[in-house]
């Protein structure tokens, strides 16, 4: 059976940046529906550690970078979503931490890296005394006044639960939202879509690529003279860990190489039976680019010696491990740098999205609605919606791949 369909915008791909996009565009009353070939947030998004940062790992050589000029204001932005006072309304999603803290070990090189990544970015970081503490660190100096070495600094930056982002994002917005088991581009104004056995030709006036690794395979899918955007992989090897402990952790450890990656990354997320004694941290980081060389048993046992060492008073005896392999996908830059700013590429009517860091869904929603033509107005909710219901199933969240720990 075949079925063809007309809409105003068509989005491939549900997580942040397609979710992002769908929030600010049918806000402003464009007729919008989202495709989705797995759930939504898989992989890319909810492999990501929810931190909105400001762009300081950036600058640990002491170089105000253009990535760390561009991130800059994004933790002032998100804030104001979270406060509905922004296009795109995320009051009600969850804010794991309001600081995300960093921590230089006693090391003279790590201590000279992060004072100048603070004089690069002097009045957003903050150099804590043992008293400012959080509860993780001062528990710790409580216990023992030796055992925090180093120096500890608060960012501006805050981290926010993805999981509640995704549900605050696609909540509104649930009747745009589809389940597509193969989506292909067959022109620059129409996606074929094969469900069950059946297709669906949906034209539409513009279709924006934001499916991550996939926008590679549907860019392959459309044969066409247009010059298309290359994609590159950058790779990591993540590990989550369920520890017992009741003060959860959120910061970065910068080691003593010159690399603008800090060590370790760490965030803390709820264990999902509630227990409030136990966290499962995640971690990622420089340990988790190099871990791509090795299998899971030996990542897990890096990291947990690396975290043994550096937080003495947390006892890992009876922590539960999981690591997986995810790549981040990026628009292909010269000798894989990464890429400044959130990047759309216009291949005719097709936009080419990649945020590149979840803290730039902003600096992207800005950028595609600059690249939508005047002509391209507002007309609302049209019947496409209605009908598209009755060809696909609705698109359901994805589980967070931590969530994996047994």
């Not at 006036?205 to 010059?227: F, V």
Request: charged share 20%; net charge neutral; with cysteine.
């Amino acid at each position: 059976m075949s079925n063809s369909l007309s809409v105003q915008i068509v989005i491939a791909g549900g997580g942040i940046a397609g979710l992002w996009l769908l929030n600010r565009l049918s806000s402003e009353g464009y007729d919008v529906v989202l495709l989705e070939k797995n759930a939504l947030g898989n992989a890319q998004t909810l492999a990501s550690q929810g931190i909105i940062h400001g762009g300081l790992k950036y600058a640990l050589g002491g170089v105000l970078s253009p990535a760390s000029s561009a991130i800059a204001d994004m933790p002032a932005r998100w804030r104001a979503c979270l406060a509905g006072d922004d296009v795109v309304d995320l009051r009600g999603t969850r804010v794991l931490s309001e600081h995300y803290y960093m921590w230089s070990s006693g090391s003279v090189r790590s201590r000279l890296k992060t004072f100048l990544g603070s004089k690069a970015l002097r009045g957003r970081i903050d150099a804590l005394s043992a008293e400012q503490y959080p509860t993780f660190f001062s528990e710790a100096e409580a216990q023992n006044t030796n055992a925090v070495k180093g120096t500890l600094y608060q960012l501006t930056d805050f981290v926010i639960d993805t999981p509640s982002l995704l549900h605050t994002l696609a909540a509104p917005w649930q009747d745009r939202i589809f389940y597509c088991s193969d989506i292909k581009l067959e022109s620059e104004t129409s996606l074929l879509l094969t469900h069950n056995n059946s297709q669906i030709k949906l034209n539409a006036d513009r279709i924006i690529l934001c499916a991550g690794e996939g926008n590679e395979a549907l860019l392959d899918s459309w044969t066409t003279d247009i010059k298309k955007p290359d994609m590159q992989r950058r790779p990591l090897h993540m590990v989550s860990v369920r520890v017992t402990h009741e003060a959860p952790a959120y910061l970065h450890c910068i080691g003593d190489s010159f690399g603008m990656t800090p060590r370790l990354t760490i965030t803390s997320h709820p264990c999902r039976d509630g227990n409030s004694k136990q966290w499962i941290w995640y971690v990622g980081g420089e340990l988790a680019e190099s871990g791509v060389k090795l299998d899971a048993e030996q990542q897990q046992k890096r990291v947990g010696q690396e975290l043994s060492g550096l937080f003495p008073w947390v006892d890992f005896s009876d922590a539960s491990w999981h690591s997986f392999f995810i790549n981040r996908a990026e628009p292909r830059i010269a000798d894989l740098q990464r890429p400044d700013n959130a990047h759309v590429s216009e291949c005719g009517k097709v936009l080419v999205c990649w945020p590149t860091k979840l803290t730039l869904s902003p600096n992207l929603g800005d950028t595609v609605r600059q690249l939508l033509p005047p002509d391209l107005k507002p007309v609302g909710h049209s019947s496409s919606n209605q009908q598209l219901a009755a060809l696909l199933p609705k698109a359901v969240l994805a589980d967070s791949p931590w969530e994996q720990i047994r």
